[in-house]
């Protein structure tokens, strides 16, 4: 434990001290797995708990086969398990008062060392008999599985391990089965101290490569092209020993009228195209460590010849872009629904005579992660379902949406200022995770 938070300390340190284009540590594959397995551990022992009780569940039963995971299954198994094995069943029991969650595993071998073995199967063959046996031993009042109409992240079991739970079952307990939705969505969503103080060097790591990318080491105006920079993004990722959740986009945007790239729809990739003096570049990028996701959009401006800075009425447009992003942060308030939320961030945006599209959503151990949907590229009337889910504290966000400028330097022709940096959602408001973009990156940079 003690190397762990070592470890955890020199991450900090290492971020306190440095500068702004200093990249954290990257852990090695080894120390990565001591983190994870302690967060696990620091999650079912300080998180899980309360989230039970304020749902009423007292078991709570995670089904899965290998290769065939239930997406909750996934976040509780230990580092080195990059998979179920054979038929793995999870119990999790509140034992009320100060004892806490026990964890056993259904299975012939421990499940890490969160999950003890509780199957003998010399004893007893049969695996679901044993669960049966658990289940009448601990007499729960509630059991939970994991069903869901609305998130698929919730909605693990499938229809074979719920028939087979529902024949083993003595009746007496069939009654008390419930779906684990709100529970399984708030311990997906929220996060502890620990991951919010990791979650800053993460993002810390995908900002720096961003801006890596979106400079002259990568992009030569006149030769590069745009996927050119997406595959450079592709294997950087990898060359740093991490990884992401999707393939990243990059297009531009300029003056002339053949390029559409403002009114692309969101359903199709752009059409690749090679990178100009005077381009607005847009990057939507994410990388994946420690299990936590980022996603992040960024711009950058190619400096024509003599240039020294982007020009000011492309300033002003991503000024205008960061304002939307502050009336949507300023209605964020724990108790309201992503759709009441969506709404009233439009009517504020109209007011000020932006032109919005709102697209937020969770992130945390999936990139389009459970919790409340805050608009959709396509459903800015609000989303059913998912939008109708309550903001929670110490939650992430991707705050993400776009503003349309129009610009009489570009013959009136409208600029898409697409914007996304991650925030996390605590008691007093809404903060950035390692700040967000004010400035374009300037392509190349200059002294």
Known sequence: MKKIYLILFNLFILHTSSSQSSMPVILSLRERAAVEDRILQERIENLLPGLMRREGIDMWLIIGREYNEDPVLRTMLPSTWLSARRHTMLLLFDKGGNEGIECLA??????????????????????????????EERKPKKIAINQSSVFGHTDGITHTEYTDLLQKLPSAYQSTMMSAERLAVDWLQIRTNTELAIYEQICRMGHLIIAEGLSEK?????????????????????????????????????????????????????????????????IDFGISYLRLNTDVQELAYVLKPGEKDAPAYLKKALATGNRLQDILTATYKEGKTGNQVLSETIAQAKKEGIVPQIYSHPIGYHGH??????????????????????????????????AKVKLPEWNNKELRVMLEQNAVFLPSGVQYTDGRQKDYWLIPRQK
């Open 369 to 402: 992660a459970a919790g409340p949907a805050i608009g959709m590229w396509d459903m800015q009337n609000g989303v059913p379902g998912s939008g109708d889910y309550t903001l929670k504290y110490n939650t992430l966000y991707a705050i993400e949406l776009n």
């Open 218 to 282: 990568v992009i030569h105006p006149g030769i590069t092209t745009t996927e050119d920079v997406v595959w450079w993004y592709r294997e950087r990722i990898k060359e740093l020993k991490l990884d992401t959740w999707f393939h990243p986009t990059v297009d531009v945007q300029r003056p002339d009228e053949n390029n559409k790239e403002a009114n692309r729809s969101f359903a199709q990739r752009p059409t690749a195209d090679i990178i100009q003096p005077g381009d607005v570049v847009h």
């Open 106 to 135: 259904v299975a012939r071998y421990n499940v890490g060392t969160t999950f003890k073995s509780a199957w003998d199967p010399e004893k007893e063959p049969d695996q679901w008999k044993r669960l049966t046996q658990l289940i």
